[in-house]
């Protein structure tokens, strides 16, 4: 049987909690960008389980010699926040991994064709096959922009199924859309809304998320 994508709720209160706050249309901008980046830690913690590269060794107590595991440094860790909106859930993914490289990546939608460009791309050249990505993009809607940076880093030399993305709200069509494409794909999402609106926004959603975490 062909791998299938996955996507995973975690039932975390914690998460459930931060997106009730998200959802919010009162929420003011301040705790939107709290809600945002507890939202980024939590979904980086379940993200990271079974993911992270690990090394078994020995380590001495204070009593005597123990079994240790530790991260391997050895294999590459990159998060990739889609700007701008991505900015938002990275300070909780850097508290988890901070000797992760980051690199940015920028997109603009055009609202009368939906379709997304690149503006920015900070990716470097070639990426380690065994390199472990993290795509942080609070929304996963018409799938347009995930499915550029996908494309993308896979021509860098990244395999999907070492690549895991974390969003705070999903819409089935963009969800569709990575499984036809990209089978062994995990998503981490707080969240899979109903479907999208004539404008492509998730409904119920949680408005713009750029423009309610940066005040605009």
Not at 42 to 51: D, N, Q
Not at 90 to 113: C, D, I, K, W
Not at 160 to 189: C, E, G
């Amino acid at each position: 049987m062909a791998p299938q994508l996955r996507v995973f709720v975690p039932p975390h209160p914690l998460i459930q909690h931060w997106l009730g706050v998200a959802r919010d249309g009162s929420t003011p901008s301040t705790l939107f960008r709290s809600a945002m980046a507890e939202l980024g830690r939590w979904l980086t913690y379940e993200a990271t389980r079974e993911w992270l590269p690990t090394l078994e060794t020995t380590v001495a107590t204070p009593l005597g010699p123990c079994a240790a595991t530790f991260v391997n440094p050895d294999v590459p860790v990159v998060i990739v926040p889609i700007l701008r909106a991505g900015l938002a859930l990275m300070e909780g993914a850097q508290a988890l991994l901070p000797l992760a490289s980051v690199y940015h990546v920028g997109f603009v939608r055009n609202e009368e064709t939906l379709e997304a460009s690149c503006y920015l791309n900070k990716l470097p050249d070639k990426l380690p096959p065994e390199s472990r990505v993290l795509i942080s993009e609070p929304m996963l809607a018409t799938g347009g922009t995930i499915m550029a940076l996908m494309q993308d880093l896979i021509q860098r030399g990244a395999d999907p199924a070492y690549i895991r993305i974390i969003s705070v709200v999903t819409a089935p069509v963009a969800l569709q859309k990575l499984a036809d494409t990209y089978p062994t794909l995990n998503i981490y999402a707080a969240a899979i809304d109903e479907g999208l609106d004539n404008q492509g926004y998730i409904v119920p959603g949680l408005g713009d998320a750029g423009d309610r975490t940066f005040g605009t």
